[in-house]
C-alpha cells in the first residue's frame, strides 16, 4: 500500500494543491510577486489545451493573429467602464530604450482596446463581416492575491474577437463559442461538468453588456470560472469606430464580442479531478496516457515483453512510455507516476511474464485487473475509453452533491459555506448579492430551470449559483 | 498579361517589401513605435514554421516550458556582458496596481537570466543533466529602427536554454540545434540556403563565448541572419550557479548553450523567394499549398469538375482551396493569389472542361501547364515537390550570384555594396571589421574554406562573409 506523498485534500485544501503543484513539478513562483514558471510538465498539458481548444476555434470559422504586448494609455481611456474595471491591475511601461516615454504604454490585460482600433481600420464593408480573430497570448493583470495558475500576475490564454453586422449575429456566435468551444472541450476532453450560466451585472466583464460563464465545481465545493464569453454590444465599435456600410449604403456600427479561456484552466483540471495521491489526467487530455512498468528485471526479458507492448500501443496510436528504471525501487515509481497523473498503468514483472499476464491500472479508481499479456493492449484502449467516461460521471456526481437548492439568503449563505448552493435570483437580488459579498460569496453565474441561460439581468425564473470561488 | 501592384524590386527593395507586407495583409505597425500586428495570413505562415521548428527541437530532446515575461532587474546585472549588451534595449515596468514599484521589472529581452535562475534550482546531480528547454514567447528590445518582422520593438520567437555537465557536451549541442533544428528547416522548409558560420567578437551574443549564426541572402543581396545557437561556456552558470554534483560528489559549474529563431524568418521568406508579383511561398511551408480556380461558369458543371478536384486532393493530403467566386473578375482574382504566394493553381473554365483539360500553374516560375482533367491532381502532387525543389536551387543561385571573393579590404568593401564579399579573414581582421561599420557594413559570420565552422575568433584559414544587413 503507497503511502500518500501530499497533504491530504481533507487535511487542507490549498496546502493539498501546492503540494501538487511542487511534486508534480507542474510549476513553481515566478521571481516577480505573482509570476509563474510553468515546467515542462506543467507546459505539456497546456500544449495539449492550446490544441483541443484551437481545433475547435478554428472549426468555428475564427482566425488566429497577434496583437502587440504594449497599449497606449489612451486606447483604454476610450470606452469607460473597460478602463475603470482593468485600471487598477495595469502593470506600465515609463522607460524604454534608456529614456523616459513621452507616453506610457500599458502591458495588454486584455486585449478589446488595440484589436478595436485595427476591427476598424480592416472592416469597410458588410462583405467583410463578420470578422472573427483569436490570438494565444501572455496578459499581465495585478492580483493582489495571486496563487499559481488560478491568478497569476501574468497568464497564458486565448482571446476571441469578433465584429459582426447584426446584434443577434454577434449573440449567436457568443453562444457558439460558449458552448461548442469552452462547454465542450471542458466536457469532451478535460472531462468537466460545468454550470453554464449568465452573470449577473456585478460580475460582468468591463465594458460587456452580457457575459456567459462555464463555472467548475472544485473537490473541495468551491467554484472556478473556466471560460467566459462576452456580448460587447455596440459599446466597443462606438468607441473605436467599428463602423460599416450595409448592403444599403447605410454606414452602421458593428457588434462586437470577446471570449477567453486561460492557464487557469490548469487549475481547474488538478482541484476537480485530483486526490490525494496527485493529478488524474482525463485520457483523452493526458501528454502520456498510459505507461509500461518493468517491475523488476534480471535476464532482459520482462523488459522486452514491456517494449513490445509499448510498440503496439504506439502504432495504434496510444501515447504511451516506457518505464524501464528498474535500479529505482517500484514502489517509489508507482507513487511517481500516481503523482503525474498517467491515466493508465502496465505493471510487468517476471512472475507475470511467467504467467502471460499483466496488471491494468486505472489511475482513475486505482484499480488493478489482471489481463492475458496478448490482451493488455485491448485492454488499455478499452480502458481509456472508460477512464473518460467514468471520470466526467464521477465528476458530475460530485458537483451534483454540492448543489444544494435554497429558499432564502440564510440558507444560500449556509450552504454556500462548503459547497454550492441554488437560490432563485428574485430572492437574492442586487441587494443580496452585496450582502453575500461580505461573507466572501458570489454569484456565479444565473440559469433557467431548464438550464438555458436567461436573456436579462432579472429574468423572474431565473436561479442563482453561490458559491466561494477561486 | 498581368499588371504588377507592387512597387518592382528593381525600383525600391524596401518599398517593395512594404507592398507586399501590406497588399498581401501580412502584418502592420502597431500602435506602439516599433510593435507589430500581425494578420491572420501573415500568423498562419507564422504557425507553420512554429509547427516544424517545434517538431525538430522536441525530437532534439528539449522540452517546452514557460518563464515570467516581467524580470527583476537585479537579475540582469549578474552577467556583466549581458547586462552592457541588453541595457540600453530594455522596456521598463515601474507601476503595477497603480502604484510605484519598490523595484523595476524589465520585461526580457531575452530570458537567460531568469532561466539561469531556475536551471540553477533543478540541476542537482549529474543525472539531471543535460537540462534542455525551449520556450515559444515574446521578447521585446527597444529597436531605434524598426521594421515590421525584421527588427520589431516587440517580436515572437523561440528561446531554447539547455545545461550540460561538460563543455564538449554544450558544444556538441548548440552545433546540433544549428545544423539539425535551424538549417534543415531553412533548407527542406523554406527552401533557403544559408551560410552557416561562426560570429566575430563583435556579432556575438551579449554574454556567449561563441555564437553560430544562420545568415540568408535576400534578393537585394543583403544579409539577413535567420537564426542563432550560442555556447555561453560557464558565464551564466557562474553568475547563477547553475552547479551539479559529479558521479565523483564533485559540485561542478554547468555548461550552458541557448539559441533562437524568431518572426524575423517571415521577412527573410519574404525577401529571399519573394518577387514583384508578391509573395513566394515553398510548397513545404505554404498553408494553402494549391487553389482550384474556377475561371468561369454558366451552369455550375465547372464549379462541380473543380469541387471535385479539390476533394481528390484532399484526400491525398494536399491543403488546398476551391476559389470560385466567379463573380468577380478572373484577372483580379489570379493577381491577389500571386500576392499571397500560394504555389500551385489550378485553373478550369468551361473551354478546358469541354476539352477535358486543365491549366496547371506554378507561383515560382509564374509557368503554365496545360493537362488532362484527370491527370491534374497528380501533376499537383508533383509540381509542390518540384517547386520545392526549385526554388531551393533558384535560391542558391541567386545566393552563390551574390556572393565576390576578394582580396582586399577595399574589393571587399566595394562587393559588399551590392552582395555579399568573402574575404580572407586575415585580410580584414578586428580593425577591418570596425573600418567596414563606417561603411554600414558587417562581417556576418566566418567559415572556413570547407564550409565547416571555425573554433576560434582567429582561424588562420578562415574566410569573412561582409555585406549589408538587415
Chains 1, 2 share one sequence.
Not at 33 to 48: L, Q
Not at 354 to 375: F, P, S, V
Amino acid at each position: 500500500m503507497q503511502k500518500p506523498v501530499l497533504t491530504p485534500q481533507s487535511e487542507d485544501f490549498p496546502r493539498w494543491y501546492q503540494d501538487v503543484l511542487t511534486k508534480a513539478k507542474l510549476a513553481e513562483n515566478g521571481p516577480a510577486r505573482g509570476t509563474m514558471v510553468i515546467r515542462p510538465t506543467g507546459y505539456a498539458i497546456w500544449e495539449a489545451m492550446q490544441a483541443e481548444v484551437d481545433g475547435r476555434i478554428k472549426a468555428a470559422g475564427a482566425q488566429n493573429a497577434y496583437f502587440p504586448l504594449l497599449i497606449p494609455m489612451n486606447f483604454f481611456e476610450r470606452e469607460a467602464e473597460h478602463v475603470e474595471g482593468f485600471s487598477p491591475e495595469l502593470a506600465v511601461v515609463t522607460h524604454g530604450g534608456g529614456k523616459e516615454l513621452a507616453e506610457s504604454l500599458a502591458i495588454r490585460p486584455t486585449s478589446e482596446a488595440v484589436i478595436g482600433e485595427y476591427m476598424a481600420k480592416w472592416v469597410d464593408s458588410y462583405r467583410d463581416l463578420p470578422l472573427l480573430l483569436n490570438q494565444w497570448a501572455n496578459v499581465v493583470r495585478w492580483e493582489l492575491r495571486p496563487r499559481i495558475f488560478l491568478r497569476t500576475t501574468e497568464f497564458l490564454w486565448q482571446e476571441g474577437h469578433t465584429a459582426h453586422a447584426t446584434d443577434s449575429d454577434a449573440r449567436q456566435y457568443a453562444r457558439r463559442i460558449l458552448h461548442g468551444v469552452y462547454q465542450d472541450f471542458l466536457r469532451n476532453v478535460l472531462a468537466m461538468p460545468v454550470i453554464v450560466g449568465r452573470k449577473t451585472a456585478k460580475e460582468r466583464f468591463a465594458g460587456a453588456v452580457n457575459t456567459m460563464t462555464c463555472e467548475g465545481v472544485m473537490r473541495d465545493g468551491k467554484a472556478l470560472q473556466m471560460a467566459t464569453s462576452h456580448e460587447l454590444g455596440q459599446r466597443f465599435s462606438r468607441a473605436f469606430n467599428i463602423s460599416y456600410s450595409s448592403a444599403k449604403g447605410i454606414t452602421e456600427l458593428c457588434w462586437t464580442t470577446s471570449w477567453g479561456s486561460s492557464t487557469r484552466m490548469l487549475g481547474g483540471l488538478i482541484m476537480c479531478h485530483g486526490d490525494d495521491y496527485g493529478l488524474v489526467l482525463p485520457p483523452a487530455l493526458a501528454p502520456v496516457q498510459a505507461v509500461v512498468v518493468v517491475v523488476k528485471d534480471s535476464d532482459g526479458s520482462v523488459t522486452r515483453a514491456a517494449s513490445a507492448i509499448v510498440d503496439e500501443l504506439t502504432q495504434r496510436g496510444v501515447r504511451v512510455r516506457l518505464d524501464d528504471d528498474v535500479d529505482a525501487a517500484f514502489g517509489w515509481r508507482a507513487t511517481d507516476w500516481d503523482l503525474r497523473g498517467v491515466p493508465i498503468r502496465v505493471e510487468l514483472g517476471p512472475r507475470d511474464l511467467a504467467e502471460n499476464t499483466a496488471l491494468a491500472y486505472r489511475r482513475d479508481t486505482r484499480e488493478k485487473t489482471k489481463t492475458g499479456i496478448d490482451k493488455v493492449v485491448d485492454e488499455v484502449q478499452q480502458l481509456a475509453d472508460r477512464i473518460q467516461t467514468d471520470m466526467f460521471e464521477a465528476a458530475t456526481a460530485r458537483r451534483d452533491a454540492a448543489i444544494t437548492d435554497c429558499a432564502t439568503l440564510d440558507q444560500a449563505r449556509e450552504a454556500a459555506q462548503t459547497g454550492v448552493a441554488r437560490v432563485p435570483w428574485e430572492v437574492v437580488g442586487i441587494a443580496g448579492e452585496q450582502d453575500l459579498a461580505t461573507s466572501g460569496l458570489t454569484v456565479r453565474c444565473l440559469q433557467l430551470s431548464d438550464g438555458s441561460l436567461p436573456d436579462t439581468d432579472d429574468d423572474a425564473g431565473a436561479l442563482a449559483y453561490v458559491a466561494r470561488a477561486y
